[in-house]
Structure formats: C-alpha cells, structure tokens
C-alpha cells in the first residue's frame, strides 16, 4: 500500500513541479512567484484531500475485525492509528446511538469532535453505509474528517462508526513560513524560487511516503488479511494492495501481484466457485457490502474455512473492492465443539444419579436433567421449563419457602445447602439433601439458581440404623470393665469406651479423639505404647496380655493390655484396636504374695539358722560348762595364796565371759528367753565395746561417751546386746566406702512429757534413759525412714540382709515401754535415739566370781543322764565329792534299764539334760515316773528354758538349769530340790 501511494504522489508531483517551473520561467516576477505560490499551495490542498480520502477509506476496510474481535482490538486501532499517524488530530469508535465504544485521548479533548457527535455526517453514514468526509475549522485549526461504518457478522449490519481526522495545521504550519520565503526570494530570484520549489517537493514526497507507511503497519497489525482490487469491466482483476497475512492465511506470494487472484480463485473450493463469481458481478454492479463464506484449499494441503467481507466503489475504469479476508476455521470448529459438549452436557446431566434443575431469577424452571423430572412425577425433562416450584412440587407435600431460598442464594451468592424431608402422595416419607448454588453473569450479577437434589432417605435410613447399632455399641462397651480404645495408623486416638477416658483423667470420651499417648498423663511412655501398635500392625498379629506399668497423677499403675489390628475389607491395615484392664491390685496381691513367701524363706532361713545357733550354743554350753565345772573344782581344792588360782580364776572369768556370748548369740536366735533385770547401761556398755569393733572392722571409730550418773533401767542384758549389735552393723553399712566412718554411742539421763513431739501416744511422760547411736554414712530419705521398722523392709542387696534387725529393735524397745526416734539426712549421717524407761532403784553391783563356802553335801541317791561324756563325768565328780550316791547313764534306754533293775527304790533325784539321742529329757521323766512317781527331778540345758516351759513341764516336780552353771549352783539346786517339800519350776 505505501508503494502505490508514493508511485501515484511523486507521478502528480513531478507533473505539478514542471508545470510551475515553466510558469516562473515565463513571468520571472512577484506576482508570477505569487501565482506560483498559490498554485503551490491549491496543488497540496487537493493532495490532503486525497490522502484524507485514501486513508479513511484504507482505514474504514479495516475497522471491520473491531465488530468481529470486540472493545480490545478497537482500543488496539485507536493506539495504533495515534503511535503511527501523528498527523491524526483525533480517533474514535462510536455506536449508532453515539456511545463512545474506544478513543484517543486528543478526541476526549477535543471540543470540536465533542460537540459534533451527533452530526449529519455520522447520521448520513449510518443511513447510507457509506464513509462521509468534511471540512471543519475553529480557532484558526482545520481539519479533514472522515466517518467509516463498521459491520458485524454474516449479515454485514452496522454496528458503529470510526470517526477519524488529519489536522491539516500541523502539515501546513511549514508551508505558511516557506510560502513568505517564496515571496521574498522570487522577488530577489526566481531561479532560487524553483530551487525552493524543487526542495519543498522532495519533502512532501518522503512525508507522504512515511505517512503510507504508517498506513501500512496499522493494516499489517489488523487479525485478518486486507486487500484492495480493482475490477475491469472486461473481468480482468488488478491487485492494488495485500496486507501481510496474504501468506500466513491464503498461503499466495506476494511479491507476485498479478498472479495472487488468479491463484487464490483456483483454490476456492469448486462446489462454492460460482457463487463466488456471481457475487463478485453483482457487487462490481452495486456498490455496497457484500460477503462470502466457503472452504479454501491452500496449497500446502491445508483446508481452511475463509469469510469474505468487502466493500465496493465504482471508480473511473472498473470498480475497487476494498475488504478483509478472515480464516473462521477455529470459529467453525469452536461452533462444533461446543454443540458437541451441549450434548454431551445434556446426556451427563441425566446420566447424573443427582436430581439437577435450574431456575431464573423468579424462581421459575428454565431446565433439568431426567432424574428431576422423574422425582416430580413429570417424567419428561422438556415439560419443566415454564413450571413454578409449587407445580413441580404438587406430588412432594412441604411447607418449604423454596423461593425465599432462591432469593437469599442470588443475594448473598453463597451456596445453600439443606436437608428435607418431603412426603409422597403415597405417605412414604423421604429424605432429600439439597444444594443451592447462585448462577452468575460476566458482570457479577446472580440471573438465577442451580439446584442439585439427591434422595438420600436409604443413606438417612442407614445411618440412623447405624447411629441406634452404635449407641448399642457404646453402651456395651460402657458396660465392660475393661478400657477400650482405637487408634489410627499414627497411633492418633480415633475413640474408646468411659472406662479409658476415666483411665485418662480426662473423664468425657469425646475429647478423646484427636490426642495422642503423648498428650495422657503415662506420657513419659507414650513411645512404647507406639512402638507396640506398630508392632502389631506392621505384623498383622495381635499381641495379648502385655503386661506393664504406667506412671499417673494417681502415681503407678499396672495394666494388663492386649491390642489387636484393624482391617478393612481389602485386608489392609487402618488402625489398631486395643484392650487395658487395670491389674494394679492384682499385681499388689502378687507382690504382696511373692513377699510373704519371701518373707516365708526368710523366716525358715532365720529359723534354720536359729536351730543351728541353738545347736552349736548347746554343745559349746557343754564344754563350756565342763570347764566352768573343773575350773571350780580346782579352786575349791587351792588355796588363794597358790600360785595356780589366779590362773584358774581367769580361767573360770573366761568361761563365764564365753557363756555371756553364747547367751548372746542364742538371743540372736530368739532362743533366749527375756529376762529383764535392773541394769545401769553404763556398767553394761563398755562390756559389749569388744564384740562391736569386731563387727565393725578396723577401719570405723567406735566412740563411746557415757552420761554421767546415769539413772537405771530394767531390761534384759541380752536385748541391750541385740539392740546395739543391730544399730552398729546398719550403722557400718551406711558408712562402707567412705573415709573416716564414725560411729558414736551416748547415754543420757532425759526428761520427757507430753509436748514432746517425737513421743508416741502411749508412752507415759516422766524420767528415761536414752542411748544414741550415731553415724555419718550416707543417711537415708524420708521414704525409707518411714518404713525402716517395718519386718523384712531392706534397702540392702540380696543376701545382704533380712530386714528383721531394725524390726526386732523396735519390738524390743516397745516390749520395755520405750520408744525410738531416727534422724537422717542424705549424705549427713543418721542418728538412732532409744528411751527407755528410768527406775529409780540402784543396779546390784556384779558377783564375785567365787561362790561363798557353805554346806551344800548330801547322801541322797541320784540318777544321772547326760549324752556328753565331759559333762557327764563331771557331775558325777562334783556329786560324789559332795556325799551323793550316783547312778550316771549316758543314754536314756540304759538309764531306764538301770531304774527298772532297783525297781526305783532308793533314787531320790533324777538330773537329766533335756535334748539326747533317742528320747528327750521329758520323755525320760515319764518313763521313770512308772517306777518312782514321786521321784524330784532337774533338767539341764544349753537351750533356753522357754523351750522347757513351752514343752509342758508346768509341773511342780521338775527344776530346770541351764548350762553352763557354776558347779556351786548345781549343788545349790540339787540341794534346794531335794529339800523342798513340793518341787516347783524354777530358773
């Protein structure tokens, strides 16, 4: 297009410039260079013209695609036509009624365009359909205006106009000042009036020549292919102009103009070539707008469906059709597809199991899908459209505002969602869950309603058959003892029965779900509650009986927990189902079994150990006592001033010593019957101070700090050894492994009464003897001190204690009315304090070791019985030196064949131990009664007499002696029993 117009304006130019040339030539005056000039300037006015016209009727072609592409591409021409073509003074595109449809911004400006929107120029242009030009100035300005019509679809109705302007001020601003030049310099030469003219021509060529450029851009940017041509009426086609999409669209050459018709009629389809001629006549004839559609057959194969819109103008030598060639093929497609997909919409509508009606703003049906025709008893979907919502419901009774429901949808335009139940004219009831949803245009406004109906009364009749089989479920697992609970695969609690959420804590099982192990108070557990469900549901087994502990505000429970997986119908694993039942009495009841049998192996232990201390205390108290027996019958025999009695005297003091400690370890043995006697613990103490480092090792401090005057106590010598040798060993194992152990023991005199706050409530206030022992080993807490006495309780190792020491200590204590206080603190030491009751008597001073001289000589006859032969012979000596007749047997039978051989005349006393091989002492006693019943008797020992008194010898003819005993005392004893008149049990 810019070639042919700047070919056509340099052929009228080079014709204008040699005409004026050859004026100038000839009159080579001032007013041939004025005639000059104003031929000049009426040559250029008439070439503005012709540009206007070229370029509105150009532009007028192309502002067909604004009715075919919409407001977008008509804002694109007015950018485009502003950015390429400075010349315009204003553009716009305008509707018939005059609305502004796009503009540029100097028309929204413009007072002069403004005030001429409703010109006869724009109303003749849409009267003829033909583009209108005029002329119009103001304030000095002047500008060509050219009004085009615009059309839309097949029928090429008008749809609008373009209204576009060249200010023509701005292209002759230039040519005022060069015309003033013109003036003066013809006057001074007309040849540098013609170079002026020469110069001035060259310009106005390159500006018309850029402006045709321009032209062409804005039609290159247009969607669709432009076209100009030129119609003989000999037939012959010229081909004016194409714009650039002649080989993207027709797939043609441009650089071959005179074969571009010719080859694009050869490829229109052949079935639509005729009416394309015929078209093309009848338009060649009337001017006008004419279109065509039909297929066309690129070159490359490509078949593509093409629209035609043209217009036409009769001019000198044929008529020009001026138009736009568009490729529809997407368009026809689009067309297709989308008939397509409303069918295909319309079959999944009534494929639909959901029930689907849409309705206007009214609320009245526009359409539905099968299922709503067939839940409204219509059956066909084409008799809805038109019904009201109480004509679609007249089968459905209920009192629902379906209306008011509609409006406040298109309202709010938020979707409504409803549950209803309706009943049918044959009394079923049914459920129905609708859904409501606005339906909107483009600009945002609700026209009417979408609504969506399932009948869900099956689902509704399952689910309350469900809600009534869960309740029932809920309440059988309410009802069982056990804790019931089920996670998911995260070990996320999904439920459980009451029993787990009072488990908990937590007590309402709603606010169960959710939490997790992690969340409860066995917290610090909750990883091996994890690890189990994963166990199980890693392997599918269910693991039972779990047995173990968790810690709760409550403090420690035992549960005994099964869990089992949960499956779903593909067999895959969802979850895990598990089963607590609280066994923490059980567990205590199995504790406290174990304990007492525990307890049980002790104490046989003890008892075993008790018979074997009693053994070996009863065998050493024979030898004992044979050398207390021999040592007092080697004194009896020296003088005191003999060097050989002191020695027997150390002799005897050891004995006696060495019996002190069997009494001591028959005590240890529960074997020592308590004999309680006024004691001061002062004088009884430091007696003991030898054994104790014993037990304590070297490597402790025994201290020991007396009180002064120390009041009395009546207790039994052997207890106070107990009490002490318990305290000391405890006292040594709380020191074992630390250096410098100390261990103290005190005595003190002490005033109690009732405000002191360690004193138990039956114990009487008034004066008391307190022993301390003391230690600085590693102390103990306030949970151990508070189960200290309690019998068989040790914080020792197994085997390192049995947990009756302390216990025996305090019934000790508590047998002499006294009490016992601990104090302890970790790392600090523990201090053991014992009261014991003061008495006011004096303690006797200890006996000589030598028995005063008195008669103790007889010549009664005496049976003795004695399995040990050292003990044995030596009663027989110290009997038979003191006058008595001895019958001795070493064993029970002989001693009853002996007394059956004198038919038990003449024996006046039976002396026999109590424990011998065969028959006991007691035994023996009833075997002799047959032949002497009122025979007197003495049982010997090295038990304690506890075991003679509980044996049933509560009689008055037995005396009872244990060993080891002076033999001054036996004498005395044989004595006293022979000449008592009636013999009584005495100790």
Not at 110 to 116: C, E, K, M, P, T
Not at 387 to 396: G, I, P, Q, S
Not at 432 to 446: C, S, Y
């Amino acid at each position: 297009m810019a070639e042919l117009l700047n070919n056509r304006m340099t052929r009228l130019l080079d014709r204008k410039l040699a005409l004026s040339f050859a004026a100038v030539m000839l009159l080579l005056m001032v007013s041939g260079t004025g005639i000059a000039a104003y031929l000049f300037i009426s040559l250029n006015s008439r070439e503005e013209n012709r540009l206007a016209t070229v370029s509105a009727r150009i532009l007028g072609e192309s502002v067909n695609r604004v009715a075919l592409s919409g407001k977008y591409h008509a804002r694109l021409l007015v950018e485009e036509m502003k950015n390429k073509v400075p010349e315009l003074a204003y553009i716009s595109v305008e509707s018939p009624e005059g609305r502004i449809i796009a503009h540029s911004e100097s028309y929204k400006n413009d007072s002069l365009a403004l005030g001429d929107a409703d010109s006869k120029l724009r109303l003749k242009c849409l009267e003829t359909g033909l583009a209108q030009y005029g002329e119009r100035s103001e304030d000095g300005r002047l500008v060509k205006e050219v009004i085009v019509p615009y059309r839309q679809g097949l029928d090429s109705s008008i749809k609008g106009v373009v209204r576009t302007a060249i200010n023509l001020d701005k292209v002759r601003s230039e040519q005022k000042s060069i015309l003033i030049a013109l003036i003066f310099l013809s006057v001074v030469l007309t040849l540098g009036a013609v170079w002026i003219l020469y110069i001035l021509t060259q310009y106005y060529s390159a500006t018309i020549r850029a402006l045709a450029g321009r032209l062409q851009g804005i039609a290159d940017s247009v969607p669709g292919l432009l076209y100009q041509f030129l119609r003989k009426p000999s037939g012959e086609v010229n081909m004016l102009f194409t714009s650039q999409e002649l080989k993207k669209i027709l797939d043609l050459d441009p650089d071959e103009p005179d074969r571009i018709f010719p080859d694009f009629y050869s490829c229109i389809e052949d079935a639509s070539k005729q009416r394309f001629n015929d078209i093309v006549k009848v338009a060649a004839e009337s001017p006008g707008i004419w279109n065509f559609e039909g297929k066309y057959h690129r070159r490359d194969g490509k078949i593509i469906e093409i629209h035609i819109i043209a217009r036409t103008e009769k001019v000198e030598g044929g008529s020009i059709f001026s138009g736009v060639i568009l490729d529809v093929t997407k368009q026809r497609e689009t067309g297709e597809e989308l008939r397509k997909s409303r069918n295909m919409l319309a079959h999944i509508m009534d494929c639909i199991p959901q029930a689907i009606l849409w309705k206007d703003k009214n609320s009245v049906a526009l359409g539905c899908n099968k299922k709503l025709a067939e839940l409204t008893g219509f059956g066909d979907p084409a008799l809805i459209p038109g019904k009201t919502d109480d004509e679609l419901t007249v089968r459905l009774r209920s009192d629902a505002d379906y209306s008011g429901e509609d409006k406040e949808v298109m309202l709010t335009k938020k979707t409504m969602h409803i549950t209803r139940s309706m009943t049918g004219n044959g009394g079923m009831k049914r459920w129905l869950d609708i859904t409501k949803v606005p339906l909107e245009a483009e600009n945002g406004e609700a026209y009417g309603v979408l609504v969506v109906i399932e009948d869900i009364s099956d689902r509704k009749n399952a689910e309350e058959e469900l809600r009534r089989n869960r309740n029932m479920l809920a309440h059988v697992m309410d009802s069982v003892p056990q804790a019931i609970v089920w996670k998911d695969k995260n070990s996320v609690f999904l439920g459980c029965n009451k029993k787990f959420a009072e488990m908990t804590g937590i007590g309402d099982p709603q606010k169960i779900p959710g939490l997790k192990d992690a969340d409860l108070p066995w917290d610090r557990h909750a990883d091996v509650y994890v690890a189990d469900d994963r166990d199980v549901m890693k392997t599918k087994t269910a693991r039972r009986h779990i047995v173990e502990p968790i810690h709760t505000g409550n403090g420690q429970r035992w549960l005994d927990t099964s869990k089992i997986p949960l499956t779903d119908a593909a067999g895959e694993v969802y979850g895990v189902l598990a089963v607590l039942e609280d066994i923490t009495d059980l567990k205590k009841a199995e504790e406290e079994t174990l304990r007492l049998q525990e307890q049980l192996a002790q104490a046989q232990k003890m008892e075993s150990v008790g018979r074997l201390a009693g053994g070996v205390a009863h065998d050493f108290n024979n030898m004992l006592h044979a050398i207390l027996g021999h040592a007092d019958m080697a004194l009896a025999e020296l003088s005191p001033d003999s060097p050989a009695y002191s020695d027997l005297v150390e002799i005897q003091t050891s004995a006696k010593r060495s019996a002190d400690l069997t009494r001591q370890l028959l005590g240890f043995a529960r074997k020592q019957t308590a004999i309680p006697v006024l004691m001061n613990l002062n004088d009884t103490i430091p007696g003991m101070l030898k054994m104790l480092k014993r037990l304590i090792g070297e490597n402790i401090t025994l201290k020991w700090s007396p009180g002064a005057q120390l009041m009395s106590v009546k207790i039994d010598p052997v207890q106070i050894d107990q009490i002490l040798a318990n305290l000391v060993v405890n006292a040594r194992d709380a020191i074992d492994g630390i250096n410098s152990g100390v261990i103290s023991i005190e005595t003190a005199n002490t005033e109690l009464d009732s405000a002191y706050p360690a004193m138990p409530g039956d114990i009487l206030p008034g004066s008391y003897v307190m022993i301390s022992v003391s230690d600085n080993g590693r102390g103990m807490d306030q949970s151990v001190q508070e189960h200290i006495f309690e019998p068989f309780f040790t914080t020792k190792a197994m085997g390192k204690g049995t947990g009756l020491g302390l216990a025996t200590v305090f019934g000790i204590i508590r047998q002499n009315k006294g009490f016992i206080n601990v104090y302890s603190e970790m790392d600090k030491g523990t201090s053991f304090k014992i009261y014991l009751p003061a008495v006011e008597e004096k303690a006797l001073e200890p006996e000589n070791l030598i028995e005063p001289e008195e008669d103790l000589s007889g010549s009664e006859t005496i049976l003795l019985v004695e399995d040990e032969p050292q003990v044995l012979k030596l009663a027989v000596q110290v009997l038979s030196r003191n006058g008595y007749r001895v019958i001795s047997a070493d064993r029970p039978v002989d001693a009853i064949a002996k007394m059956a051989a004198m038919n038990g005349t003449n024996v006046d006393l039976l002396v026999s131990d109590m424990i011998m091989p065969g028959m006991s002492g007691i035994e023996l006693r009833k075997a002799v009664l047959q032949y002497k019943p009122e025979i007197k008797t003495i049982f010997m020992s090295g038990y304690t007499s506890d075991n003679v008194l509980n044996s049933n010898l509560r009689d008055s003819e037995a005396s009872f002696l244990q060993k080891p005993f002076a033999m001054s005392s036996f004498l005395k004893k044989v004595r006293a029993v022979l000449d008592s008149d009636k013999n009584h049990v005495k100790n």
